[in-house]
Structures are given as structure tokens and as C-alpha cells.
């Protein structure tokens, strides 16, 4: 049995930034000057179609998929994720 917890932080997922930063890729070390405000709302579209094909993936293949946030501890969680299926199932 496969359950996937995809673990976002809020701010990744609304892009809440305000002011201008500059973005570092961790990977290339490439960096960007970001408005957030211009790219905002294209970034939520992007980012909430990125979880649904995850969403969407999952559920076709039989697997569960659990959305979570940093901020709320993994026991915390699974718990409630094994509470949800007991109910359930």
C-alpha cells in the first residue's frame, strides 16, 4: 500500500511575498529579481494545477494522496489521516 504526503509550506503555495527579492535556484545557483505582484497570480494557477495533477495522478493509480502543511507536525497528521480511514474503510 502507497500513500503520498506531499508536504507544502503556505508560503510556497500562495506566494505571499510583498516586497521585490531576488530568487536563488539552488540547483544552478541562477538568480532572479521577482516582483511578486506581477507573477502572483500566473504562480498560484501554476502551483494549485501542480497539485491537482499530483491529486489526480494519485487517485487514478489507487493511491492515496494526503495534502499537508510544515506547519502542522507529521503526528499530528498521520494520525488524523488513520482516524479519516478507520471511518472510512
Known amino acids: 500500500e502507497v500513500i503520498v504526503f506531499h508536504i507544502l509550506d503556505e508560503a510556497e503555495r500562495r506566494f505571499g ?3 521585490e527579492a531576488i530568487f536563488r535556484d539552488l540547483e544552478t545557483e541562477d538568480e532572479m529579481l521577482v516582483r511578486p505582484w506581477e507573477i502572483q497570480g500566473e504562480y498560484r494557477k501554476s502551483i494549485d494545477a501542480w497539485i491537482e495533477r499530483y491529486r489526480r495522478t494519485c487517485r487514478e493509480i489507487g493511491v492515496d494522496y494526503v495534502p ?3 506547519e ?3 503526528d499530528t497528521a498521520l494520525l488524523a489521516y488513520l482516524d479519516k480511514r478507520r471511518r472510512v474503510g
Do not use: C, V
Request: charged share 10%; aromatic share 22%.
Open 17 to 19: 511575498f510583498q516586497r
Open 68 to 70: 499537508m502543511h510544515t
Open 72 to 74: 502542522t507536525p507529521f
